[in-house]
């Protein structure tokens, strides 16, 4: 799921959809956000795969759409939950075994526009050293 969240940010919310995902991006959003809808268009996906995969033989789609939900509901718990604090838990700080996914993540709010921004991944952020260096040179 990480690579098709990764496209969906790159290419949808930072593309066609960057009307839903610019709030995202403004500093001091609190409370509900047009990006929200995402998680709702990313449910509507899942809870078609569930009832095509109710169909018999069509089980892997069922299975599909157990992964959508599962990988959607880390992704909440990491991104809003600990890295925005959302949902009345408090934001990790950049340290200990989830460094790496708060850094980049940091790094991709580094700017409030649709073009430049880095790290379009949450739990794979890869390297954070070389998105920051691609940050600086474009700036
Ligand atoms: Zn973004
Ligand atoms: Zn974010």
Redesign the pocket.
């Known amino acids: 799921m990480e690579p098709v969240a990764w496209a969906a940010?790159r290419y949808l919310?930072?593309g066609p959809l960057w009307r839903l995902?610019r709030a995202?991006?403004q500093p001091g959003r609190e409370g509900p956000q047009l990006n929200d809808l995402f998680g709702l268009l990313f449910a509507s996906v899942a809870i078609t795969l569930f009832v095509l995969g109710a169909a018999p033989g069509a089980e892997p789609l069922w299975w599909a759409g157990a992964g959508v939900t599962a990988y959607g509901a880390v992704y909440a718990l990491v991104h809003d939950g600990l890295i925005h604090g959302r949902f009345g838990l408090r934001p990790l700080a950049a340290r200990g075994p989830m460094r790496r996914i708060v850094q980049a993540h940091r790094l991709?709010h580094a700017r409030a526009t649709k073009e430049g921004?880095v790290a379009f991944g949450l739990l794979w952020p890869g390297d954070v050293k070389a998105m920051a260096r691609k940050l600086r040179k474009s700036r």
């Open positions: 940010h919310m930072h995902h995202h991006h991709h921004c």
